[in-house]
């Protein structure tokens, strides 16, 4: 995930290859901004205008887009990714306890990061692994019946984060 | 001897990547095979043996020595050992045809489809001319299981009858409400059975061009349904020519970007053409104006996959199954505080009593059900009078109920059902695509309601105005989510009044205002 260290140069440089690359695919604007964000950890404004015109649209048509999906961020994310779920089946077995304690443990709230940089915490609404709640995501790992002890286990092994 | 260890998200999810190297470890090299959905028995570690293919689970790494031992004298006296797969009860009852090869073997290989019977529907429909194609579908009975059970075959023919160079195939794989899991099943398990059900639906209606949108909160099923798509097209079931037929069919992933409003249809249309996710008003419909414009079919990925059915086994075969308007197959995913949750695909008519108490056991906490929320975050909760309707689509509309895509979640006696009807308002604030005002607007005062209900500020005016709410919710909004998120509301509210605190006969809203 995010590099957060690259200079502006940098980032509009891998913006614009990647503009380059998308923009004649149909439909070309989730695909990218996914291509973007995976490459840099976030959306920057920078790119906006860059996006807008390699597909042809208004920079307000862009932010638009940005601001409409979860997904995608606007500033720069921790090293890793924490989601919890936050829908009913999760509920139904103790998420509501679980992402307090998740808050209480990291010391963020949700859409937060760490202060070493380490986690971002984000809510989600179904992994679909709702026969075993509850549920988080790290990264691209999803885990079952996490429960508190649990999710300090997890936890412990991405490092320091307090 | 042949180990099979799932590679399906909630077996790794408990750990069966571990268990996968412990085997590795003591020189046994694993299948990673899809689910069976048997989730309570995940990880699922199964042995093909002399005497058939057996399972232990919930298997751990460290249970793997004891389990190699027990292979080599008296594999039953093992406490994990589940004895015959085919044999255990909660897979034996079902009546699997769009998961009857979910778990078989490795997801990804295109001769273990094939062997069990993977593009027969496709080479059947090769026979076919497109309207011959859409006569079956409509012979089957199938309605969308997407949500809105709307018939397949009707979708299909308005497509086909559209006069365009250009049609597209969508495949709904959003998969958004809570509690379910059967679209992901079949793409991280059988992904080349939908494959063969959205080619089926391009040779039917003359569409060259298919779309999956996946939501990214599922990475496994996005990392095997790409690889099952260059391994099709390698070997001729996509792209230019199929198996020598003259026809072409593209398909290709596209993620969406978490939001559920993009799980409607148009929403999705939207979003695949690069926009904000707004829900369009219809007319003109997908059908006739759909992606870019063009004429498209949209179905849910399990609708898909039944057409492979269909078209292999025989429309009749198909609508065999089924009571009244309802059809084939129902996948009930049975989800939440369960003891034993799972995918119970069973022809449509069995009651929730009987998914909940024989399938699933009781909850998982050992405490009593107090309510099930079927069909998603737009369904109601049901009280246990309510446990006996079959499921079925219009004995459930007839309760102010809906099976939607089919998730069954649980709840125990300890849960706080206001808190729930706040969380239905809270999850509509998040998640409305902002259109209609008593979407956006009413969910907001909607949580506002709730709160000062359950704090006892004014509760006989704001049990009105709540229900006054619910009203222009329903009346005012242009799409099922600002329409339907009264449901689990005033469900909480009828038949849970004490939790909001009061009795629940001045809750019903059946009154005079
Ligand atoms: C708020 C909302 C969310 C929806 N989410 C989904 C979804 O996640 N998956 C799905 O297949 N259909 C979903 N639908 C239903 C679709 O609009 C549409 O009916 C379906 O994709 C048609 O396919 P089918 O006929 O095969 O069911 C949703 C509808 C609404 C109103
Ligand atoms: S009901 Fe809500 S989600 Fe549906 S179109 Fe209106 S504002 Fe959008
Ligand atoms: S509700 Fe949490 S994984 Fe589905």
Redesign the interface.
Same mark, same amino acid.
């Given at each position: 995930m995010g590099v957060g260290r690259l200079s502006s140069h940098q980032t509009q440089g891998a913006v614009s290859t990647l503009v380059e690359q998308y923009k004649d695919l /149909?439909?070309? &604007?989730? /695909?990218l901004?996914?291509a973007i964000q995976a490459e840099l950890g976030y959306v920057p404004d920078s790119a906006v205008p860059v996006i807008a015109k390699g597909?042809n649209l208004s920079r307000a *048509?862009v932010h638009? #887009?940005i601001s409409?999906? +979860?997904?995608?961020k606007t500033h720069p994310v921790g090293k890793h990714s924490v989601q919890i779920c936050r829908? *009913?089946?999760?509920?139904? &077995?103790g998420s509501?306890q679980l992402e307090a304690h998740a808050k209480a443990l990291l010391g963020v709230d949700y859409h937060e990061t760490t202060a070493d940089g380490n986690i971002t915490l984000e809510p #989600?609404?179904?992994?679909?692994?709702?026969?075993?709640?509850p549920?988080i995501?790290i990264d691209?790992?999803? +885990?079952?019946?996490v429960s508190p002890e649990r999710f300090e286990q997890l936890i412990s092994q991405l490092g320091v984060s307090k | 001897m042949t180990f099979y260890i799932p590679q399906d998200t909630t077996a790794l999810a408990l750990g069966a990547d571990a268990v996968a190297a412990a085997l590795q470890a003591a020189g046994n090299e694993p299948v990673r095979n899809g689910s069976r959905g048997l989730f309570w028995l995940e990880p699922l570690l199964e042995v093909e043996t002399d005497q058939g293919r057996i399972g232990f689970g919930p298997v751990s790494a460290e249970d793997i020595p004891s389990i190699l031992d027990a292979l080599s004298d008296d594999a039953s006296a093992h406490p994990l050992y589940q004895g015959e797969i085919a044999a255990i009860p909660y897979l034996a009852s079902q009546q699997r045809l769009t998961y009857a090869r979910s778990g078989e073997g490795d997801p990804l290989c295109l001769d273990n489809y094939r062997r069990l019977d993977g593009f027969t529907g496709l080479k059947n429909a090769l026979a076919l001319s497109g309207q011959q194609i859409v006569d079956q579908v409509k012979e089957s009975g199938l309605r969308g299981r997407g949500g809105a059970a709307f018939p397949a075959g009707i979708k299909w023919q308005t497509v086909h009858g559209c006069d365009a160079a250009q049609k597209y195939i969508v495949c709904n794989a959003d998969e958004g409400d809570s509690g379910t899991f059967a679209d992901r099943l079949v793409m991280e398990s059988d992904p080349y059975q939908l494959i063969e059900g959205m080619t089926i639906a391009g040779l039917a209606v003359g569409a060259t061009q298919g779309y999956i949108y996946l939501r990214s909160e599922y990475p496994k099923a996005h990392q095997l349904l790409n690889a099952a798509i260059e391994k099709a097209t390698v070997a001729n079931f996509l792209g230019d020519n199929i198996q020598g037929s003259g026809k072409r069919f593209d398909l290709e992933v596209r993620l969406g970007a978490g939001a559920y409003i993009c799980g409607e249809e148009t929403s999705l249309l939207e979003s695949l053409e690069g926009k904000r996710g707004m829900v369009r008003a219809k007319p003109p419909l997908p059908a006739i104006e759909g992606l870019f414009g063009k004429p498209t079919v949209v179905n849910n990925v399990l609708t898909l996959a039944a057409i492979s059915t269909i078209l292999a086994q025989g429309a009749a075969a198909y609508q065999n199954f089924g009571m009244g308007r309802s059809r084939g197959t129902l996948a009930i995913q049975l989800a939440g505080n369960i003891k034993r949750g799972g995918l119970i695909e069973l022809a449509f008519g069995v009651t929730l009593r009987q998914v909940v108490e024989d399938y699933g056991q009781g909850t998982f906490s050992g405490r009593p059900i107090r309510a099930i929320q079927v069909g998603g975050p737009l369904g109601a909760f049901l009280p246990e009078s309510q446990w006996d309707t079959p499921m079925d689509y219009e004995a459930f509309a007839a309760i102010k109920a809906m099976i939607g895509h089919g998730g069954v979640v649980v709840f125990d006696d300890t849960a706080d059902m206001a808190a729930q009807a706040r969380f239905a308002m809270e999850f509509c604030v998040a998640e409305s695509c902002g259109k209609c005002t008593p979407c956006r607007i009413g969910s907001v005062r909607g949580v506002e309601v709730i709160d000062r209900i359950v704090a006892g500020e004014n509760r006989d005016d704001n049990l009105i105005l709540l229900h006054e709410l619910c009203d222009t919710m329903e009346m005012g909004s242009l799409c099922a989510m600002g329409g339907m998120t009264p449901f689990p509301v005033r469900s909480a509210l009828t038949h849970f009044g004490q939790d909001f605190g009061t009795s629940s006969q001045d809750l019903s809203g059946s009154g005079d205002h």
């Open positions: /149909p439909g070309a &604007m989730l /695909p901004l996914h597909l *048509e638009g #887009v409409f999906y +979860h997904d995608f829908a *009913e089946a999760c509920q139904s &077995m509501r #989600v609404y179904c992994l679909g692994n709702c026969a075993c709640s549920s995501r691209d790992d999803i +885990h079952a019946r | -």
